[in-house]
């Protein structure tokens, strides 16, 4: 249906006009003065060989009507030219469109999907062409048909956006978990529609189910609880090497979601209009996102999975190059830095890189809005082993919420204030740990941030 209106409308011709000065074709006036230079030329040449004389009124009178027909032509063979580059645009974002790594619907009001992409009717295992104009709820289990309507419900009476999680029935039977997100939009006729992103989530619940039964078996009791614990320890074994190989997997349709975007901005920039250019710009900007949260999610999986190599670790030389490594991205910004002489510590030198690296970022990171940064980097002794810590001059967090503080994709500042995926300090904590020590923090909101760790003067008999 869709289809048939852009076809109609690629069809209309209208009469060329040439663009008023507030166009977004204003800036091509110097074009159009060019254009109508030629034309004036083109008359001349065409007028020249005219033998009969005419009054001279009516020679500028046929002149001017000449000059304006080959300003015509010229125009229409312009307007050709860019409706070619058009359909080409119109056909690489289409090929982004169906190779995008969800399932992507467009359905009407009365809930009839109006489009779908490749990969939405392979979820579904139909073909693309059978499920137009089919109500979406045939491909929804009846048990969760409820959640549907009570979505759609919201979607369209509220406006807001809409996210869901309920199962879907394959045209040959088979169940499967998806989650849904929606929005709310209009047709070319105005119409209003919703947008849905459809995921397959049925791995992560079967993961997470598989999560639950363990923990519920492991409260039976104490009598079983080292066998239950080692059933843990492998299922979280078989997790990290799920998380590995997913975010493996997705750096495929990664690249070619940046490199079609790199594509698009390279050979079409500035024949796009202002929202598809923004569009343009969230999907490149959500695609460089996803790829520092896929190393991050490695990082993580790196850590649980990686033996340790301990040695003798020069604490101030590994916080040196940390620093140079996090101000490499910082441009010419200027900050205070306080860091002491520190005593030699005992551990993986790899991971505690990983570790400064990551807490000298965020001291970095959350003092960019104070008028003079200052960080602090300072150790001292403590019995067995020294304390660390790392000290600004920031924004600082509510210590109410120190207690997610370590947790994976826990923010307590939005991605426009400060980016980050939310996974850094949970890395920093598994290291910590592994090396026998713990870490712990003290802020206060508006006054800056201290993270402190400990790490043993020797190896421990117990870190592994």
Same mark, same amino acid.
């Given at each position: ?20 000065? %507030? ?12 254009? +109508? ?21 009516? @020679? ?30 119109? @056909? +690489? ?14 359905? @009407? ?60 029935? %394959? ?71 799920? @998380? ?123 003092? +960019? ?64 740990? %592994?090396?026998?020590? +713990? ?26």
């Amino acid at each position: 249906m869709k289809n048939e209106r852009m076809s109609k409308k690629k069809n209309r011709k209208d009469p060329p006009v040439a663009p008023s000065a %507030k166009s977004p074709e204003a800036s091509g006036t110097c074009q159009w003065g060019a254009m +109508r230079e030629k034309a004036e030329e083109r008359a001349r040449l065409s007028e020249a060989g005219t033998a009969a004389p005419v009054p001279e009124e009516t @020679s500028k009178l046929l002149h001017e009507l000449r000059v304006h027909q080959i300003e015509l032509e010229m125009q229409n063979e312009e307007l050709r030219r860019t409706q070619v580059e058009l359909e080409t645009s119109r @056909s +690489r974002y289409f090929e982004l469109y169906d190779l995008a790594p969800v399932g992507y619907f467009t359905v @009407s009001e009365k809930g009839l999907i109006l489009e779908a992409n490749l990969i939405a009717a392979s979820l579904l295992g139909v073909s693309r062409g059978s499920i137009g104009r089919q109500p979406l709820t045939r491909f929804i289990f009846r048990e969760d048909q409820d959640i549907y309507y009570n979505y759609r419900k919201q979607l369209f009476e509220t406006g807001a956006p809409q996210v869901c999680e309920l199962r879907m029935i %394959k045209a040959d039977g088979i169940p499967f978990i998806v989650r849904m997100d929606a929005i709310r939009a209009q047709d070319a006729d105005g119409a209003p529609v919703s947008h849905i992103i459809v995921s397959d989530i049925t791995e992560r619940k079967l993961a997470e189910a598989t999560i639950k039964k363990l923990n519920e078996t492991l409260n039976i009791g104490n009598r079983k609880l080292g066998a239950r614990t080692a059933e843990l320890e492998l299922a979280n074994k078989e997790l990290e090497s799920f @998380s590995f190989s997913v975010s493996h997997d997705l750096r495929a349709p990664l690249r070619h979601i940046s490199g079609f975007i790199t594509l698009l901005h390279k050979e079409y920039e500035g024949q796009f209009d202002e929202t598809f250019r923004h569009y343009m710009e969230v999907i490149a900007e959500a695609s460089k996102k996803m790829g520092r949260l896929i190393d991050d999610l490695l990082a993580l999986s790196h850590i649980g999975r990686s033996e340790m190599h301990k040695e003798e670790i020069n604490m101030k030389a590994l916080i040196d190059e940390a620093i140079l490594e996090v101000m490499c991205g910082e441009g010419n910004r200027q900050i205070e830095w306080k860091v002491d002489d520190l005593s030699h510590a005992y551990g993986d030198r790899s991971l505690m890189s990983l570790a400064l690296i990551n807490l000298i970022s965020n001291a970095v990171k959350f003092t +960019r809005l104070s008028p003079r940064a200052e960080i602090e980097i300072r150790g001292k002794e403590d019995g067995a082993g020294y304390v660390y810590y790392v000290r600004d001059n920031g924004v600082g967090f509510d210590m109410r919420h120190a207690d997610k503080l370590f947790g994976v994709f826990q923010r307590f500042h939005t991605q426009k204030e400060f980016e980050g995926t939310g996974i850094g300090l949970s890395n920093v904590q598994r290291i910590i740990s %592994k090396h026998g020590g +713990r870490i712990w923090a003290e802020s206060e909101v508006g006054h800056g941030a201290t993270f402190y760790f400990t790490l043993p003067k020797a190896v421990p008999s117990q870190v592994a």
